[in-house]
Antibody, heavy 121, light 110 residues
Framework: QVQLVESGGGVVQPGRSLRLSCAASGFTFSSYGMHWVRQAPGKGLEWVAVIWYDGSKKYYADSVKGRVTISRDNSKNTLYLQMNSLRAEDTALYYC??????????????WGQGTLVTVSS | QSALTQPPSVSGSPGQSVTISCTGTSSDVGSYYRVSWYQQPPGTAPKLMIYEVNNRPSGIPHRFSGSKSGNTASLTISGLQAADEADYYCSSYTDTDTWVFGGGTKLTVL
């Protein structure tokens, strides 16, 4: 079955960087667009970024644009999120999510269990 | 990229039906059939319940249905059960090649 396992979260000071990873298995990773979605403690879901199946296109939420880079290594079935200049408002549980198609995503399924990022001094 | 508008909470008794609305704009919900709904019980990851406005993934009960009219999508849950108690989120593709979620609706089964 499809599995998405995030890692890399932790406590980081404001202004510092962090790289999240998502190990995928159970499907042909290189054939699907992949997303990061986050959820601040006690808050709703916020879409963060998408990368097309071949890495050729990437799109970001305005709230993270210029500070975050999504990437993937199809040879390792792994998705990444490089986060720079972290702010307190970036504190959230970050979910790795499989898109429904190679570039056009019509729905998000499944979701990983998430990795928690806490930005605090 | 403003969040889609959902009611903060809805409630119903077992066996009843409830409808959760999700209002966007002509730049998202109003222009695309890429509207989906997710269920999130406390402490768990979201789960896909409805995709492309009104389609159920395999294993999702027929009690869950979706629809759309103009800029507003809706999720209806009939024959409410205690197990349905959770947060529900809508999502839509937008005309800037991004996605947006609703603020979430807490469903309470009385």
């Amino acid at each position: 079955q499809v599995q998405l396992v995030e890692s890399g979260g932790g406590v980081v000071q404001p202004g510092r960087s962090l790289r999240l990873s998502c190990a995928a298995s159970g499907f042909t990773f290189s054939s699907y667009g992949m997303h990061w979605v986050r959820q601040a403690p006690g808050k709703g879901l916020e879409w963060v970024a998408v990368i097309w199946y071949d890495g050729s296109k990437k799109y970001y939420a305005d709230s993270v644009k210029g500070r975050v880079t999504i990437s993937r290594d199809n040879s390792k079935n792994t998705l990444y999120l490089q986060m720079n200049s972290l702010r307190a408002e970036d504190t959230a549980l970050y979910y790795c999510v499989k898109g429904s198609g190679n570039y056009h995503t019509n729905w998000f399924d499944p979701w990983g269990q998430g990795t928690l990022v806490t930005v605090s001094s | 990229q403003s969040a889609l508008t959902q009611p903060p909470s809805v409630s119903g008794s077992p066996g009843q039906s409830v409808t959760i609305s999700c209002t966007g704009t002509s730049s998202d919900v109003g222009s695309y059939y890429r509207v989906s709904w997710y269920q999130q019980p406390p402490g768990t990851a979201p789960k896909l319940m409805i995709y492309e406005v009104n389609n159920r993934p395999s294993g999702i009960p027929h009690r869950f249905s979706g629809s759309k009219s103009g800029n507003t999508a809706s999720l209806t849950i009939s024959g409410l059960q205690a197990a349905d108690e959770a947060d529900y989120y809508c999502s839509s593709y937008t005309d800037t090649d991004t996605w947006v979620f609703g603020g979430g609706t807490k469903l309470t089964v009385l």
